[in-house]
């Protein structure tokens, strides 16, 4: 039986909702810029990242059901993971109308998730590293595609940050603080909800499909590293 799990809660804990049918596993279009050159054959194709898209599924009604929570259930913007893709995870936003009169009269609707493209790894382990014992730590990306990770650093003073052998980036942790978040996927620096981006020098980090090899110099006490390996 086909379910979905929406902002941590699974379909069939909702009386009466039935999932008839899922979206097809499909791949993101990709946005491109194309220039037309009199003269020269063929045009300029300029990659310019991927889309978001749409994801229909089918819902019906079966005995006992609450229309007042099957309305509830399909709001907001969350997380969304298909039972046919069941240890991926999609950030989704749901904001198109959903005729639930025919839901009602007829026993079947269809609910539009508005889809980011890439897909996650669910219940991906954060990574926690001792600096005090560790020098350097081997992070695997698992997915398929370049990941944007999730970075906390505590220590103190400058410390630099190293990927692969390449120095990425430079932070200086202010007076009285000695923690900071480095979110690759926001590309923002910040501690709270004050940003930080002004103490930091580089770029911020990506890691490659594979192993990838963090090292780190400075003052570092603990670092926190969510991969977010995603895939298309």
Same mark, same amino acid.
């Given at each position: 039986?086909? $379910?979905?799990?929406? *902002?941590?809660?699974?379909?069939?804990?909702? #009386?009466?909702?039935?999932?008839?049918?899922?979206?097809?596993?499909?791949?993101?279009?990709?946005?491109? =810029?194309?220039?037309?050159?009199? &003269?020269?054959?063929? #045009?300029?194709i300029?990659?310019?990242g991927?889309?978001? $898209?749409?994801?229909?599924?089918?819902? &019906?009604?079966?005995?006992?059901?609450?229309? #007042?929570?099957?309305?509830?259930?399909?709001? @907001?913007? !969350?997380?969304?993971?298909?039972?046919?893709?069941?240890?991926?995870? $999609?950030?989704?936003?749901?904001?198109?109308?959903? #005729?639930?009169?025919?839901?009602?009269?007829?026993?079947?609707?269809?609910?539009?998730?508005?889809?980011?493209?890439?897909? $996650?790894?669910?219940?991906?382990?954060?990574?926690?590293?001792?600096?005090?014992?560790?020098?350097?730590?081997?992070? *695997? *990306?698992? &997915?398929?595609?370049?990941?944007?990770?999730?970075?906390?650093?505590?220590?103190? !003073?400058?410390?630099?940050? =190293?990927?692969?052998?390449?120095?990425?980036?430079?932070?200086?942790?202010?007076?009285?603080?000695?923690?900071?978040?480095?979110?690759?996927?926001?590309?923002?620096?910040?501690? *709270?909800?004050?940003?930080?981006?002004?103490?930091m020098?580089?770029?911020?980090?990506?890691?490659?499909? !594979?192993n990838?090899?963090?090292?780190?110099? @400075?003052n570092?006490?603990?670092?926190?590293?969510?991969?977010? =390996?995603?895939?298309?």
């Amino acid at each position: 039986m086909s $379910y979905i799990i929406w *902002n941590g809660k699974r379909s069939t804990e909702i #009386d009466g909702l039935i999932i008839c049918e899922l979206p097809p596993i499909t791949k993101p279009k990709m946005k491109t =810029s194309i220039t037309k050159i009199n &003269g020269r054959d063929g #045009d300029i194709i300029e990659e310019q990242g991927y889309e978001s $898209y749409t994801k229909t599924i089918s819902i &019906g009604l079966a005995r006992n059901y609450d229309i #007042d929570k099957v309305m509830k259930y399909f709001t @907001g913007t !969350g997380e969304l993971i298909l039972s046919n893709e069941p240890d991926k995870v $999609y950030n989704s936003t749901i904001f198109d109308k959903i #005729d639930y009169q025919k839901l009602i009269n007829f026993k079947k609707a269809t609910v539009k998730f508005y889809t980011q493209p890439f897909k $996650y790894l669910k219940d991906e382990n954060e990574i926690v590293v001792n600096c005090s014992v560790e020098n350097n730590k081997v992070i *695997n *990306n698992v &997915g398929l595609e370049i990941a944007k990770p999730i970075i906390k650093l505590e220590g103190s !003073g400058t410390v630099e940050l =190293s990927i692969n052998n390449i120095n990425i980036l430079k932070y200086t942790f202010p007076d009285g603080e000695s923690e900071v978040i480095i979110d690759s996927l926001k590309e923002e620096a910040y501690l *709270n909800s004050e940003y930080k981006n002004r103490n930091m020098n580089g770029v911020f980090p990506i890691l490659d499909p !594979g192993n990838n090899t963090i090292t780190w110099t @400075g003052n570092l006490t603990k670092i926190k590293i969510q991969p977010k =390996s995603r895939w298309l």
